[in-house]
């Protein structure tokens, strides 16, 4: 991938060492979710979506990025969360999903991007059946981070 | 790319062959007595047989080595090419395939009896030749036996291609005693000598008992590059052998003549110089127009070609794309500004772009012909399965396609041929009648038209049978009995999955798959279908294409704050809609010149908020025979963009086709207008029947 972009460009190997996973933190609403950084292929500024009719609603839309034109989901629909108003902080995570054995590029709307930063997977909390919005299979797992719990989603099965 | 596996090369080059070999014979069915085409049949294979043989391929060079000399009566001439023992060397052909590509799973009981039966049809015009044969070939023993005299004449350019004419000489000498003499005349003088070029002819006598054969194996791979005269050496030809010494008189000879004259005076040289150069001049002229002669044939076909991975032209046209999309925001922003240098270098950004494109898409172009030759064969094969003679012409094979299509083409056609002669041909008696010629006649012709392509498929055969296929269609219950239909409109049956009307199933047609598939492809190709029949005289299919897969013309419109595209190939004008065209909401329909045209307002098919703009615009599209009007907000012009699908994500929206990205970078979704229509019928359906 060509580097002529002034947006924040993230290439983080899938270095997943026993019991730690490299992940970028993004926020949505007022949760945090982990995506696994090995998915995440770049971070860019909102652009402009064109919208799809009769598409399911959790993918609006499709963006254009650099020439590919790509769907634009948005998972605080999926999760049931109040949409809110694009913001400074609002990016696009760019993630390469396999969706019937075939590279996915799909954009995910994020209010905030945290950092990338490493989790641990020895701590990782069962997934509680009663207290939560969404649905449990759209969860992988839940874990601690800075004494948060930080949800990681699985991206193939909520988009799918 | 570095590892090529020879028998892959084999393979391949065998494969090109064939077409030649096949296209050789197919035409010789038509033309038995043009010898050039038994001539490049026999040469294509030749070179399978040697090739073969270098290859490992031993069964190939044997079984075709067998093939090769019952060919050989062909080509001396003394039998016809007739229909039967064309088909005999088709299916050797195909035999001679199956070897090289499945060398273990081929059974040699097949070539056998093909052998066989090649045998008999070559023995056939009787008895008489074989006798014939027979002593022509002590007649020719004998005369072998003295040996051979060759003039061997090299193209001059044979030493760069890697060939050695010492080593064939060589190769010579193991035949036989033999004795070579250089023919130098063709040495031109020293300033006008290419040390690259091969000058020297040679005389070579040959004292040896072999046959022609076996001296044209020698010089099997460089018989293009050469002029080879073989004449069988009779006794007294070693009278007129010249002589060793002068040969050496000769060389001496000539170097003397040449100083001699510059020694007694100058002016003299020049006039000498000039015959010579003179000389020097005519063979090479000659030289350079032989080859040409002989390779007059070929050359049409294969033009220097390189092979590229399909891939890489994809991707090279992927880039091209986003190449051009950024143009064009770079001229936007060029055109907004007032900096004429970056203006300036915005436009010739644009121009190269342009161009740039229309390269990456020629070299994507393929002409049609590859294709069609595919369907002599078939067309070959089925006349004579049903016992229908049928004249197979092309026309326009030099129509150039996208690569894709072309193979996307194929199964349509093969269909579309078929039923062209199982259906469309009547059979003798019926042809008879009607006061036709025997031969049926089915032309397969591609032209440009426009942005698109015209393929045609015609027969003149019987027709369709409108009644018939009315019968049929109210039998199945596609239509009412009372209803009044268009003869187009019943044509269209025919496009119906499992729709025949074929009293019996045969192994070719009837089973009514086909058509539909044929309809279906064609339609994915954003392609359509027209076809126009005369009973007694033929059917006409005619498939109208895009160029290209991976561009499309499309009229750019805006519904609300959204832009789409719609394949200007489907827009058939477009008018404004009237206030009075829009009283009430159960009557959506215009009034064009006279006809009613129903509309389908975009607005609330794409679910756009707001309201809309004052003058709403009327875009009048046709989809297979239905004429629609799509109500758009504006219309803003002719955009030429690249085809982006849609992700997996998005398969489930049937109305866009695909996307593309307009100059601003932002991403306009192309209607799908048959899709588009038929979810408009079904929402309409389901309004009327909740309303009753």
Not at chain 1, 101 to 111: H, K, S, T, W, Y
Not at chain 2, 477 to 483: N, R
Request: charged share 25%; with cysteine.
């Amino acid at each position: 991938m060509s580097n002529g972009h002034e947006q924040a460009q993230v290439q983080v190997q899938a270095r997943i060492q026993a019991g730690s996973m490299q992940v970028v933190m993004i926020g949505l609403g007022e949760e945090k979710f982990a995506l696994d950084a090995g998915l995440v292929r770049e971070i860019i500024d909102p652009v402009p979506a064109t919208m799809v009719a009769g598409a399911k609603s959790f993918v609006p839309g499709v963006i254009n990025v650099r020439g590919n034109v790509i769907p634009l989901a948005d998972l605080r629909i999926r999760f049931g969360m109040p949409v809110t108003e694009d913001s400074a902080d609002t990016r696009i995570v760019v993630v390469e999903l396999n969706i019937d054995n075939e590279p996915v590029l799909v954009g995910v709307i994020a209010d905030k991007v945290y950092e990338v930063t490493e989790i641990s997977q020895t701590d990782v909390q069962p997934t509680p059946r009663v207290g939560m919005h969404w649905k449990p299979e759209f969860i992988r797992f839940i874990t601690k981070w800075r004494e948060e719990f930080v949800i990681v989603p699985s991206m193939e099965r909520i988009l799918n | 790319m570095s590892s090529i596996d020879p028998t892959e090369v084999f393979r391949q080059e065998a494969s090109e062959l064939f077409e030649t070999l096949e296209g050789a014979l197919l035409d010789l069915c038509q033309r038995p007595d043009d010898r050039e085409l038994v001539d490049s049949a026999f040469r294509a294979l030749h070179t399978i047989k040697g090739s073969g043989a270098m290859f490992g391929f031993d069964k190939v060079a044997a079984f075709t080595h067998e093939f090769e000399t019952a060919f050989e009566l062909v080509r001396k001439g003394e039998i016809k090419p007739t229909q039967e023992l064309i088909a005999v060397a088709l299916a050797a052909k195909d035999y001679i395939r199956a070897l090289i590509e499945a060398p273990d799973g081929t059974d040699s009981i097949i070539g056998d009896a093909i052998l066989d039966d090649l045998k008999q049809f070559v023995a056939l015009p009787g008895e008489p030749a074989k006798p014939d044969v027979a002593e022509e070939a002590p007649a020719a023993k004998p005369a072998a036996h003295a040996g051979w005299r060759l003039y061997l004449e090299f193209d001059s350019h044979i030493l760069c291609n890697g060939s050695n004419p010492l080593d064939l000489l060589d190769d010579l000498c193991k035949l036989g005693s033999c004795f070579a003499v250089p023919v130098i005349d063709g040495i031109p003088m020293l300033e006008e000598l290419e040390p690259e070029y091969c000058y020297l002819k040679w005389d070579v006598t040959l004292h040896s008992d072999c046959d022609k054969a076996a001296i044209d194996d020698v010089f099997m791979f460089v018989e293009d590059e050469m002029k080879l005269t073989l004449t069988p050496l009779a006794a007294q030809a070693e009278v007129s052998l010249p002589e060793p010494g002068l040969l050496i008189e000769l060389v001496e000879a000539e170097p003397i003549a040449e100083v001699a004259p510059v020694a007694e005076a100058v002016p003299a040289p020049v006039q000498a110089k000039e015959p010579a150069a003179k000389e020097v001049a005519a063979p090479a002229e000659q030289r350079r127009d032989e080859p040409k002669r002989s390779d007059e044939p070929k050359r049409s076909e294969n033009i220097a070609t390189v092979r590229v991975q399909a891939e890489r032209l994809d991707e090279l046209m992927d880039r091209v794309g986003e190449l051009v999309i950024a143009q064009a925001r770079l001229t936007q922003l060029a055109a907004s500004g007032s900096d004429l240098s970056i203006k300036m270098i915005a436009e010739e950004i644009e121009r190269l772009a342009a161009s740039l494109r229309d390269t990456t898409m020629g070299a994507r172009m393929v002409p049609i012909g590859s294709l069609f030759g595919r369907f002599r064969r078939l067309v070959h094969d089925l006349s004579r399965d049903l016992n229908k003679p049928v004249e197979f012409v092309t026309v326009g094979e030099d129509t150039e396609l996208d690569k894709t299509m072309i193979e996307c083409l194929a199964d349509p056609l093969v269909h579309l041929i078929r039923n062209a002669i199982d259906h469309g041909i009547e059979d003798n008696d019926k042809r008879a009648a009607a006061g036709k010629t025997e031969r049926g006649r089915i032309e397969l012709t591609a032209v440009h038209s426009g942005a698109q392509v015209l393929v045609t498929v015609k027969d003149n055969g019987g027709g369709l049978n409108t009644a018939r296929i009315r019968a049929k269609a109210e039998e199945q219950g596609l239509i009412a009995p009372s209803v009044a239909l268009s003869d187009n409109e019943i044509h269209q049956f025919l496009f119906h999955p499992g729709f025949s009307t074929a009293q019996t199933i045969s192994a070719l047609s009837g089973r009514g798959v086909g058509m539909d598939v044929v309809k279906r492809t064609i339609e994915n190709m954003r392609g359509s279908i027209d076809l126009t029949t005369r009973p007694g005289e033929g059917t006409t299919v005619t498939l109208r294409l895009p160029l290209t897969l991976a561009i499309i013309e499309g009229l750019l419109i805006r519904v609300g704050g959204g832009r789409y595209i719609i394949p200007l190939s489907a827009v058939e004008e477009c008018v404004e809609l009237m206030p009075e065209d829009q009283r009430s909401r159960g009557r959506n329909f215009l009034n064009v010149r006279g006809n009613l045209v129903p509309f389908l307002k975009l607005r609330e098919l794409l679910v756009v908020p707001g309201s809309p703009d004052q003058h709403q615009k009327t875009i009048i599209i046709s989809t297979g025979e239905t004429r629609v009007g799509l109500v758009a907000d504006q219309i803003i012009g002719n955009h030429q963009t690249v085809i982006k699908s849609l992700s997996k994500l998005h398969s489930d929206v049937t109305i866009f086709s695909g996307a593309a990205i307009l100059g601003d970078g932002t991403a306009a979704l192309i209607l799908d207008v048959a899709q588009l229509v038929a979810a408009a019928q079904a929402q309409s359906e389901k309004q009327i029947s909740e309303a009753a």
